[in-house]
């Protein structure tokens, strides 16, 4: 399936650098969307996984797996709920403040954040990555009531985790050929080490 073959290669390129920080954990999938991405990641390695968004996208594969609603300033969860929260191409998908937003996740992690955004790089014509982000989610995650709203710099994206009060244990960019580039940020409570 066009859909599976494209989710899997997204997780494949992310893979080696979050492996080791879900394997065994619990982990929230925060705009989980179709929820395809957290179940192919969930037969990758041993996790316990849960969903959660603002609104209902999910594919029937994932339907046994636990989710809840979310309202868009608010989890529906009791703080330091889950090990892990996977935030995996959100940020510019929001509606709110994205340092709203990333306080939210610091109250119901426990000890990771893993967020994962498509950032702007020099030379980049912002209008064609709009245009091809808005195509793809129509074949991801049809009937998504949010689409992109803004793209924001590795920059502004730092300074979003350091207001949130966040620290950045772990940083890496995949570099994409004429399009944005996606980083991989692990984020943690209070500063550690590598
Ligand atoms: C592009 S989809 C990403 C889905 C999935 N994370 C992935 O990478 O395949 C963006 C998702 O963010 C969700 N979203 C937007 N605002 C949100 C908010 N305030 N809280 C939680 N989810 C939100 C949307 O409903 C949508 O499912």
Known sequence: MEIDKFIKKSNDMFFP????????????????????SALFLFKQVPCKIALTDIEDLRDKRVRNL??????????SYE??????????????HLKIDPVTFLKEAYRVTKEYIILIEEVLTE???VKEAM????????????????????????????QFIKKAGLQIKKEDIVLVKGYLSFKVFILTKRAQGN
């Open 17 to 36: 650098y979050i492996e080791k920080y879900i394997r065994n954990k619990s982990v929230l999938d925060v705009g989980c969307g179709s929820g395809l």
């Open 66 to 75: 636990p989710f809840k609603l979310a309202s868009k300033n608010k989890l």
């Open 79 to 92: 703080n330091d709920s889950f090990d892990v929260l996977i935030i995996q191409m959100i940020l510019h």
């Open 123 to 125: 030379g980049i014509d």
């Open 131 to 158: 245009r091809i982000d808005k195509e793809v989610n129509k074949k991801l995650h049809p009937g998504l009531s949010s689409p992109v709203q803004r793209f924001f710099s590795e920059e502004e994206v730092k």
